[in-house]
C-alpha cells in the first residue's frame, strides 16, 4: 500500500491545518491525535519543523516517498531557484490540474478520475495522474464521461 488512504481528518489534527478538505468543516478536537494528544506538548526541534513541513506537502498532493524524492531531484536539475522549479512541477502534475480546474472536489477524487480513464490531454486519453502537463495542453472531459 503507497498511498495513505486512512482517516484524513487524523492528519489533519497532526499538522494543525486543514491540509484536506473535509466535510466535517470545523474539527471537533484541537490537539493532536493519539493518546498523548491531550496532555503531552513538546517543544519540535528545527529537524522536526522541517520534516512536518515535508510531510505535510507530500500528504497534500498524494504522492509517495519516492514521487516526492525524484521530483525534487529534478526540479534541481532545472535552472533557477530548486524550491520554485518543484512547486511548478507539483502543479503541473495532471491529477492537481483537474483539481484546480474544479472538476473534482480533493486532489484523490481528481486522481480517481484521472486513473479511470476520463480525461483527454491533446485529444489522447491520458490515464496516468503525475503526467505533466504544459502550458498550451488541451485537458478536456473524455466523451464518454461527460454525464
Known amino acids: ?22 466535510s466535517k ?20 526541534s528545527e529537524y522536526g519543523v522541517g520534516l512536518n513541513e515535508k510531510q505535510k506537502l507530500r500528504m497534500m498532493y498524494g504522492l509517495t516517498e519516492k514521487q516526492f524524492r525524484l521530483s525534487f531531484e529534478r526540479a534541481k536539475r532545472m535552472g533557477g531557484v530548486a524550491g520554485d522549479n518543484f512547486l511548478r512541477i507539483l502543479e503541473t ?6 483539481f484546480r ?9 481528481a486522481r480517481q478520475l484521472v486513473t479511470h480513464g476520463h480525461f483527454v490531454v491533446n485529444g489522447h ?4 495522474p503525475s503526467y505533466r502537463v504544459s502550458p498550451n495542453d488541451i485537458i478536456e472531459v473524455r466523451q464518454g464521461s461527460r454525464e
Open 1 to 22: 500500500m503507497s498511498r495513505y488512504t486512512g482517516p484524513t481528518t487524523k492528519l489533519n489534527r497532526r499538522f494543525g491545518q486543514n491540509i484536506f478538505p473535509t
Open 25 to 44: 468543516g470545523e474539527e471537533r478536537r484541537p490537539y493532536p491525535p493519539g493518546i498523548h494528544g491531550k496532555t503531552t506538548r513538546r517543544k519540535v
Open 93 to 98: 502534475r495532471l491529477d492537481n490540474v483537474v
Open 101 to 109: 480546474a474544479g472538476f473534482a472536489k480533493s486532489r484523490d477524487m
Open 125 to 128: 486519453k491520458v490515464n496516468i
